[in-house]
């Protein structure tokens, strides 16, 4: 967890492939932003990393792994799969029930990107929101 109050922070979780980790996880994130002192992002983070592993979930492969740091001035979450399949964003009609996942990550974050992974398939998404000045 927290290296000291005002340097890095770094949390890891590896996750079950299964859907029901999400509501799990959501409470673990909002945990953790809570506990370092980041309240105004955590609704935004707590959706987006659900939309995150919803994705790796559903359209990737185990082992899924959560991450979050908190350094350099930037909060950074980031969801790894092994899933060949590259995120992709869908252009959807109003009616659609689902796919719209990253839209709704890139409309909560500052930034986001998809990196692959240098082992083998599957890749690394990850969103991330400028910290407040302290």
Known sequence: MPETMDGPRVVCWELPPDPAIVAKARAMVGETLLSWDLPDLLDDVVLAVAEL??????????????????AGGELRVQVTDHG??????????????????????????????VLPLA????????????LPPR
């Not at 359209?59 to 792994?65: D, E």
């Not at 796919?99 to 709704?104: D, H, P, Q, S, T």
């Open 53 to 70: 592993l919803a994705n790796a979930i559903t359209h990737g492969r185990p082992p899924v792994r959560l991450s979050m740091e908190a």
């Open 84 to 113: 060949a399949e590259w995120p992709r964003r869908l252009d959807l009609g109003v009616e659609a029930v689902h796919g719209r996942g990253l839209a709704i990550v890139q409309a909560l974050a500052q930034r986001m990107g």
């Open 119 to 130: 082992d083998g398939p599957g890749k690394t998404v990850w969103a991330g929101w400028l």
